[in-house]
C-alpha cells in the first residue's frame, strides 16, 4: 500500500492545513443528464489551521459547514482550489494515497449510534481500522486498542471489548466513535456535531474528553456546530460561515464579545438566556430563510436578511474581508 508521505515542514508557524479559494459543487441533473444548475455547498472558502489548534466552524443548518468537512476528509472533490496537508496538494490522489491520508484525519460523526456497525463488537470496530492500514500482528492491534479505550475513558477495556453498539448508552457509543477516530494517531480530527445527539448531562463531559485529548497529543482539531453558546470552552478561534462562505473570523473571545458582521450578531442574538429577567427583552433577530445555494442572491449573500444592508452596494458587491480589529475579520460592507 501506497504511503502517505508529507513534505517535512521547518518552524513552528507553518499550517497544517491550508485551504485555499476552495469550492465544492453538487450538480442537479433532470431526467438523468439534463444539466440543471450546481448547488454551492462551499463557494470560495480560504483559511489555515496550525500544527495544534482548536477550532470551530458555526453557521445555520445548510451553511456548508458539513460539505466542507467531507471536502477535507476526502469524501467530496473539490470543483475548484486546492487543499494542502501537512505541505502537500490532496489534488490527484490516487484512491490508495487517499487512503493513507485519511489514517492522518479522524473523523467523529454526529449520531454515534449510526456510526457504528450493529453486528460488530468494540473489539472488532476498533481493529478494523488497523487491519484495514496493514497492522497484521494481533497482539499489536490488542495494545493499541486497549490503550485508546482507556484513553476515552472506557475502562476497564474487558468490559467493552465484547460490547455490541446496542449496549452502550449514548455517550459510551460517542467515546467508541472517538477511539476510532485516534485509533491510526492522526494529526487532525474532524467532529461534525460530536455532541448534538447527546444529553445535555453527557455534552460537556464529551466535549471535555475532546479538548483533553487534543491538548495531550497535540491534536489540530476542528469542531462543525451551530452552537455558539458552548464554543467558548473547547475552541481557540472561530470561522462562521453563511451560504457556503466564511464570513467571520477571529479568536473566540474576541468574536463572541464584539462580533462584527450582522449574521454573526443575529446567531448570538438566537441563544438562550438563562436569566429569566431578560426573557420579556427584545432582540433584534433577521426573519426570512437562509438562501438557496441552486441559486444564491448577487453580492453579500446575506442582504436580503440584513438589517443594515444598503441598496445598490450590498445587492451588487461581493464584500472583501475587512478587519476593523486586530486579528478580526468580517466580510461585510460596514467596515469600509
Excluded at 456535531?193 to 466535549?207: F, G, H, K
Aim: charged share 25%; with cysteine.
Amino acid at each position: 500500500m501506497s504511503e502517505w508521505q508529507p513534505v517535512t515542514i521547518v518552524g513552528h508557524g507553518e499550517p497544517l492545513l491550508s485551504v485555499s479559494d476552495l469550492h465544492t459543487w453538487f450538480e442537479l441533473r433532470q431526467w438523468g443528464f439534463l444539466r440543471v444548475g450546481a448547488v454551492r455547498a462551499v463557494d470560495g472558502v480560504s483559511f489555515e489551521l496550525a500544527r495544534g489548534e482548536s477550532v470551530a466552524f458555526v453557521g445555520e443548518s445548510g451553511c456548508g459547514k458539513s460539505s466542507l468537512a467531507r471536502t477535507l476528509l476526502g469524501l467530496h472533490r473539490p470543483t475548484r482550489g486546492e487543499v494542502r496537508f501537512a505541505g502537500r496538494s490532496l489534488g490527484g490522489l490516487k484512491a490508495r494515497e487517499l487512503q493513507a491520508y485519511r489514517a492522518k484525519v479522524g473523523y467523529v460523526q454526529q449520531d454515534p449510534f449510526g456510526a457504528l456497525p450493529p453486528f460488530l463488537d468494540v473489539r472488532r470496530i476498533l481493529a478494523e481500522p488497523l487491519i484495514v492500514h496493514g497492522v497484521k500482528d494481533r497482539a499489536q492491534r490488542d495494545r493499541r486498542i486497549r490503550a485508546v479505550l482507556d484513553e476515552v475513558r472506557l475502562s476497564p477495556a474487558e468490559e467493552f471489548l465484547p460490547k455490541f453498539p446496542h449496549m452502550l448508552s449514548g455517550g459510551q457509543q460517542q467515546r467508541v466513535v472517538i477511539a476510532r477516530a485516534l485509533i491510526l494517531e492522526p494529526a487532525m480530527i474532524i467532529a461534525d456535531e460530536p455532541v448534538s445527539m447527546l444529553d445535555a448531562s453527557v455534552r460537556v463531559e464529551i466535549l471535555n474528553l475532546l479538548r483533553h485529548i487534543q491538548t495531550q497529543r497535540e491534536l489540530t482539531l476542528a469542531f462543525i456546530t451551530h452552537d455558539l453558546s458552548s464554543v467558548r470552552h473547547y475552541a481557540e478561534r472561530i470561522f462562521v460561515m453563511y451560504a457556503g462562505r466564511v464570513v467571520e473570523t477571529a479568536g473566540v473571545k474576541e468574536l463572541l464579545d464584539h462580533p462584527q458582521h450582522p449574521y454573526t450578531q443575529s446567531l448570538l442574538a438566537a441563544i438562550a438566556d438563562p436569566d429569566a429577567a431578560n426573557a420579556t427583552k427584545q432582540r433584534e433577530i433577521p426573519g426570512g430563510e437562509p438562501p438557496s445555494l441552486l441559486h444564491p442572491p448577487k453580492g453579500c449573500r446575506f442582504h436580503p436578511r440584513c438589517p443594515h444592508a444598503m441598496a445598490g452596494l450590498c445587492d451588487v458587491d461581493e464584500p472583501p474581508d475587512f478587519e476593523p480589529r486586530r486579528g478580526h475579520y468580517s466580510a461585510c460592507w460596514l467596515h469600509r
